[in-house]
T-cell receptor
Framework: GDSVTQMEGPVTLSEEAFLTINCTYT??????LFWYVQYPGEGLQLLLK?????DKGSNKGFEATYRKETTSFHLEKGSVQVSDSAVYFC????????????FGAGTRLAVHP | DVKVTQSSRYLVKRTGEKVFLECVQD?????MFWYRQDPGLGLRLIYF???????EKGDIPEGYSVSREKKERFSLILESASTNQTSMYLC??????????????FGEGSWLTVV
């Protein structure tokens, strides 16, 4: 079935380091892809999305490109801040399926000063 | 500003109790969802609803039921709580339609501990 695989955490970085969180998916069609972020004690917020191949989603300095050939949607940021410490979830969704999201397991990011 | 409100942030219940988790959205969305979040497993879909009084099972519906009597409210019910239902529960809503890029909005979550 359809699924999302994320790199295991936790990921620990120093402030201003480069961030990559890998995400790959398995799907029978062409889903939309999402990154959600969960800050401590809060629900999930949409960080960015891409709805078709080669689209690049971006927000708050984060970027991810929809790569159909490698079925990937890796999250990147050039210079992380302490305030980026959170859990990041990659997800996919198909049209016509009542907008159900399928999530990866989540990757915890800890950024130290 | 969009809003999905879960009425209880933290609950402690005893094994065998009936538990209600309430969720209200103010965006007139057709679709509403209940997920549970567990470490290492991500979010798993319990139930969803695409209209008033309509519901569909998600991936892990066992031990749960839902109710949607009004468009804005979607309740998750644990008929007889068990310790393996200790988890974080997240409610979400989204508009209907064929656009799979439609954003899904989440509530802040309800932490349930069953003792």
């Amino acid at each position: 079935g359809d699924s999302v695989t994320q790199m295991e955490g936790p990921v620990t970085l120093s402030e201003e380091a480069f961030l990559t969180i890998n995400c790959t998916y398995t799907a029978t069609g062409y889903p939309s892809l999402f990154w959600y972020v969960q800050y401590p004690g809060e629900g999930l917020q949409l960080l960015l999305k891409a709805t078709k191949a080669d689209d690049k989603g971006s927000n708050k300095g984060f970027e991810a490109t929809y790569r159909k050939e490698t079925t990937s949607f890796h999250l990147e940021k050039g210079s992380v801040q302490v305030s980026d410490s959170a859990v990041y979830f990659c997800a996919l969704r198909f049209s016509g399926g009542y907008n159900k999201l399928i999530f990866g397991a989540g990757t915890r990011l800890a950024v130290h000063p | 500003d969009v809003k999905v409100t879960q009425s209880s942030r933290y609950l402690v219940k005893r094994t065998g109790e009936k538990v209600f988790l309430e969720c209200v959205q103010d965006m007139d969305h057709e679709n509403m969802f209940w997920y549970r979040q567990d470490p290492g497993l991500g979010l798993r879909l319990i139930y969803f609803s695409y209209d008033v009084k309509m519901k569909e099972k998600g991936d892990i519906p066992e031990g749960y039921s839902v109710s949607r009597e009004k468009k804005e409210r979607f309740s998750l019910i644990l008929e007889s709580a068990s310790t393996n239902q200790t988890s974080m529960y997240l409610c979400a809503s989204s508009p209907s339609g064929k656009d799979s890029g439609n954003t899904i909005y989440f509530g802040e979550g309800s932490w349930l501990t069953v003792v």
